[in-house]
T-cell receptor, first 112, second 113 residues
Framework: DAKTTQPNSMESNEEEPVHLPCNHS???????IHWYRQLPSQGPEYVIH???SNVNNRMASLAIAEDRKSSTLILHRATLRDAAVYYCILRAPGGGADGLTFGKGTHLIIQP | DSGVTQTPKHLITATGQRVTLRCSPRSGDLSVYWYQQSLDQGLQFLIQ???????AKGNILERFSAQQFPDLHSELNLSSLELGDSALYFC????????????FGAGTRLSVL
């Protein structure tokens, strides 16, 4: 599986934008970039995914570099509830193994 | 609320014992996944079932087994338990498989004493 690299932790202030980076220099042309997050004492939850174009949904935006070797998850206005571990995961279509491969993720700390 | 239900929430047992964890997927989802989260190994994929059949295997030990029943609920059986099996066990479900979004339950915390 292609590997992702994320900072261990990041800190931001409430109501400010947060940019969470992910490097995936060995990404293949068909790999999708998925983001999940895990709030304290909860199971992981889906955030967003994309292939080549930038994506927006009600939770976040995903900016994908033109060469696809990196991407950034953007939380436009962080709240205390966004404090979580964020995982960047590459997923290949038709691979037959549909389980998610979680790395260590980025522990996002939000200061009030 | 993800719609995925896991029981029990907590389980305390002794080494050498056997336990069963249960998962009810979201209504309409055919795939069920099991994951283990421990402090040293992080979140690891164990096994996937699709419509009653095993579809993919991850880092699942031979002492562990799972099944998915006709009503699509799933059970994860852990036997000959060791101290190192203490972990959070999550179940997730998705509509089918592939690149589908996976919805996770709240987990079962297993403590092996």
């Amino acid at each position: 599986d292609a590997k992702t690299t994320q900072p261990n932790s990041m800190e931001s202030n409430e109501e400010e934008p947060v940019h969470l980076p992910c490097n995936h220099s060995t990404i293949s042309g068909t790999d999708y970039i998925h983001w999940y997050r895990q709030l304290p004492s909860q199971g992981p939850e889906y955030v967003i995914h994309g292939l080549t174009s930038n994506v927006n949904n009600r939770m976040a935006s995903l900016a994908i570099a033109e060469d696809r070797k990196s991407s950034t998850l953007i939380l436009h206005r962080a709240t205390l509830r966004d404090a979580a571990v964020y995982y960047c995961i590459l997923r290949a279509p038709g691979g037959g193994a549909d389980g998610l491969t979680f790395g260590k993720g980025t522990h996002l700390i939000i200061q009030p | 609320d993800s719609g995925v239900t896991q029981t029990p929430k907590h389980l305390i047992t002794a080494t050498g014992q056997r336990v069963t964890l249960r998962c009810s997927p979201r209504s309409g989802d055919l795939s069920v996944y099991w994951y283990q989260q421990s402090l040293d190994q992080g979140l690891q994929f164990l096994i996937q079932y699709y419509n009653g059949e095993e579809r993919a295997k991850g880092n699942i030990l031979e002492r562990f087994s799972a099944q998915q029943f006709p009503d699509l609920h799933s059970e994860l059986n852990l036997s000959s338990l060791e101290l190192g099996d203490s972990a959070l066990y999550f179940c997730a479900s998705s509509v089918a498989g592939g690149l589908d979004i996976q919805y996770f339950g709240a987990g079962t915390r297993l403590s092996v004493l």
